[in-house]
T-cell receptor, first 113, second 113 residues
Framework: AQKITQTQPGMFVQEKEAVTLDCTYD???????LFWYKQPSSGEMIFLIY??????QNATEGRYSLNFQKARKSANLVISASQLGDSAMYFC??????????FGTGTRLQVFP | NAGVTQTPKFQVLKTGQSMTLQCAQD?????MSWYRQDPGMGLRLIHY???????DQGEVPNGYNVSRSTTEDFPLRLLSAAPSQTSVYFC????????????FGPGTRLTVT
């Protein structure tokens, strides 16, 4: 069963606007972590934000915030004030109590002027 | 502090050849992992290790071997390369003291003809 689902293959957003990238997950483990990574065209994996399953508040890192809805098993990434440099692939990932990190198929974000 | 290093950056193999992808980290991290990324997909876990002498299989382990004789090194061996193993390979590491700081190497692009 697919554990991480990203249903948006591609998204467009205008510069300075906010955008939400969707991620849903499936697990029976009560202890898990959720991650978002950015992969620019150069190929490296850049960590953006992390949410633990027991964290009470939504994680935020600068312009990135994670909208964590535990009952719905969703962990959407919100990017505020988009910049041209935000154009990249974005991956949602989950780690359960083992050290296995499972990735979604990604969303390609394109920011236009 | 070099972080996670991978060699080579690029490699072309013929079907049936064997080779080893090298991964090293200088951060004294206990956890190390190997992922592959195929076009249009997220990363998939091949093998991982929670410490020297301990390895386990991920999602797609067939055709690959690993060993972890030291904390620093985690080589990935392709025993008999197949065109289906054409991919970009990422090595990653993290400390057991951090829930989320996973460091990725720059990747190795492997083509099997």
């Amino acid at each position: 069963a697919q554990k991480i689902t990203q249903t948006q293959p591609g998204m467009f957003v205008q510069e300075k606007e906010a955008v939400t990238l969707d991620c849903t997950y499936d697990t029976s483990d009560p202890s898990y972590g959720l991650f978002w990574y950015k992969q620019p065209s150069s190929g490296e994996m850049i960590f953006l934000i992390y949410q633990g399953s027991y964290d009470q508040q939504n994680a935020t890192e600068g312009r990135y915030s994670l909208n964590f809805q535990k009952a719905r098993k969703s962990a959407n990434l919100v990017i505020s004030a988009s910049q041209l440099g935000d154009s990249a692939m974005y991956f949602c990932a989950m780690r359960e109590s083992t050290d296995k990190l499972i990735f979604g198929t990604g969303t390609r974000l394109q920011v236009f002027p | 502090n070099a972080g996670v290093t991978q060699t080579p950056k690029f490699q072309v193999l013929k079907t049936g050849q064997s080779m080893t992808l090298q991964c090293a980290q200088d951060m004294n991290h206990e956890y190390m992992s190997w992922y592959r990324q195929d076009p249009g997909m997220g990363l998939r876990l091949i093998h991982y290790s929670v410490g020297a002498g301990i390895t386990d299989q991920g999602e797609v382990p067939n055709g690959y071997n690993v060993s972890r004789s030291t904390t620093e090194d985690f080589p990935l061996r392709l025993l008999s390369a197949a065109p289906s193993q054409t991919s970009v390979y990422f090595c990653a590491s993290r400390s057991s003291e951090s829930s989320y700081e996973q460091y990725f190497g720059p990747g190795t692009r492997l083509t099997v003809t």
